[in-house]
Nanobody
Framework: QVQLVESGGGLVQAGGSLRLSCAASGGTFSNSGMAWFRQIRGKEREFVAIISWNGEDTLYADSVKGRFTVSRDNTKSTMTLQMNNLKPDDTAVYYC?????????????WGRGTQVTVSS
């Protein structure tokens, strides 16, 4: 089991940027695809981005494509999500997770999440 800890959330105005980080420990991070999800209060968790084990392949939700960038550093067991041109609709709790797939209901390890709030 991989332990995941997100950081970097906060309050930002629309059009601003935030950089989320996910620190992994206790598993083989370098061999695992990783993912970002988000959850708006009262709604189901939704896919944001995934990245392959070596960082060569990425996939984004249509709602964030062109604004968000996922990357990873296997030497540091970290993954980041650079979020630019943020919109109020991006307000959510953001979670990092293991596994290279978009299904939020698949079995995977999860972090506890970090709150992102975008004001209009």
């Amino acid at each position: 089991q991989v332990q995941l800890v997100e950081s970097g959330g906060g309050l930002v105005q629309a059009g601003g940027s935030l950089r989320l980080s996910c620190a992994a420990s206790g598993g083989t991070f370098s061999n695992s695809g990783m993912a970002w999800f988000r959850q708006i209060r009262g709604k189901e968790r939704e896919f944001v981005a995934i990245i392959s084990w070596n960082g060569e392949d990425t996939l984004y939700a249509d709602s964030v494509k062109g604004r968000f960038t996922v990357s990873r550093d296997n030497t540091k067991s970290t993954m980041t999500l650079q979020m630019n041109n943020l919109k109020p609709d991006d307000t959510a709790v953001y979670y990092c997770a293991t596994n290279y797939n978009r299904n939020p209901n698949s079995k995977r390890d999860w972090g506890r999440g970090t709150q992102v709030t975008v004001s209009s």
